[in-house]
């Protein structure tokens, strides 16, 4: 059930960053400091994750509580 028009759920949607939200960068910064070499949205590992290690086979994705329903 949803409280606005599809228009403003278009236009809210638009505004919404896809990649360098806070929490990526937060998160980013404290992998590297911790000496952690990583890859940012790569392309070559399905699902596009934020964060990967190919080499270990790890890859991070930085959710924000939009697309989970939260406050």
Known sequence: ???????QRSKIMRAIK????????RIQKA????GYRYRKNNKTV????DITFKTRKIAI?????FFHCKD
């Open 18 to 25: 896809s990649t360098g939200t806070k929490p990526e960068i």
């Open 31 to 34: 992998l590297w400091h911790l």
């Open 46 to 49: 399905f699902g596009r994750p």
């Open 61 to 65: 994705f930085v959710d924000s509580e």
């Open 1 to 7: 059930m949803d409280i606005v028009t599809p228009q």
